[in-house]
Each structure stands twice: as structure tokens, then as C-alpha cells.
């Protein structure tokens, strides 16, 4: 059975309200000759960064893909794929911020980045550990969920108030 793993709700709107925070003011600030151009900026700005969002992963009884949009391929993401038989370990490294992040390794020595912001991720961990035998117990989100809660809330707080001045 094919399970779909699409990127975190919260890792979505976090990207997307920090995007248009820091951008809606743009079109309104700038002078009259330049008013086209960054309205078609900004728009095109915010379709890249909601289909950057998009991607997923796949599993299936036989492996494990991840999927990335054109948009994504052409900024250097690339789409992956193992069988579940070729994965022999899973590897930790610790981030510069004190996380860590997960690879899979494969017998033929390559290394494939573990999806760590996925929507149900417990049940993608379940079907990892299923699938290949290896313990996922330490295994868990990138970030605590709750710093991508709080700058969707600081992110919509300042298009507030942005919006607030600019009727006033």
C-alpha cells in the first residue's frame, strides 16, 4: 500500500506568513515606475515559495521515495529513492543548533537525508522501523514543533500589523 507523506502543515504556513510578512509592504512602498514589477515579484515570489513547500514522500511495501516539484529540482533538490532492502543503518549528525538530523545508509554507501518535517511522522517512523528492522526510538521531529507555531503567530502578527498602518 502506497502512504503519502506531504511537508508539515505548520512548516508550510511558518515558510509562507514569513514570506508575505516580509514582503506584502513591498509593492506599497515603492515608487510608481517600479509598482508592476514588484507586484509581479512578489507574486511570483509566493507561487515559488508555496510550491517549494510541496514536497513529499512516498512509501510503499518495496521502498521509500521523496518527491520534489520542478521549481525545487531547479534550485539543486533532487528526487530520491532506496528499496527498503538496501538501507543498513540509520546515522545521526548533530545540527549547529544543537538537533540532530538522520540519514539513511545504504549498502552501496550512499548517504539519503531522513524526512524530519512530514505530517504524521510517527506513522512514517512505524513504517521506516516496519520496513528495514532498525530502532527509530530517538528518532523525532528536526525542531519541537512549537518554534514553527510561534513565528506562523509572529509572522501573521506583523502582516497585521503592517495592514494597520498602512489604513492609517
Not at 50 to 67: A, L, P
Not at 139 to 154: A, D, G, M, Q, R
Request: glycine share 4%; hydrophobic share 45%.
Amino acid at each position: 500500500m502506497i502512504e503519502k507523506f506531504k511537508t508539515l502543515f505548520f512548516v508550510k504556513s511558518s515558510l509562507i506568513s514569513l514570506y508575505l510578512a516580509l514582503t506584502i509592504p513591498i509593492p506599497f512602498v515603492s515608487i510608481d515606475i517600479l509598482k508592476t514589477p514588484s507586484i509581479t515579484t512578489f507574486v511570483l515570489g509566493l507561487y515559488l515559495i508555496i510550491n517549494i513547500t510541496n514536497d513529499y514522500v512516498e512509501t510503499c511495501n518495496n521502498k521509500i521515495s521523496y518527491k520534489t516539484s520542478l521549481i525545487s529540482k531547479a534550485l539543486g533538490k533532487k528526487n530520491w529513492e532506496i528499496p527498503w532492502k538496501d538501507i543498513k543503518s540509520i546515522e545521526s549528525l548533530p545540527t549547529s543548533q544543537g538537533s540532530k538530523v538522520y540519514y539513511f545508509n545504504t549498502y552501496q554507501g550512499d548517504n539519503f537525508l531522513v524526512p524530519q518535517r512530514v505530517e504524521n511522522f510517527e506513522k512514517f517512523l512505524l513504517i521506516v522501523s516496519k520496513n528495514t528492522g532498525i530502532a527509530i526510538n530517538e528518532i523525532s521531529y528536526l525542531s519541537p514543533l512549537w518554534t514553527y507555531k510561534l513565528l506562523t503567530l509572529l509572522s501573521v502578527l506583523m502582516i497585521v500589523g503592517e495592514l494597520f498602518a498602512f489604513l492609517n
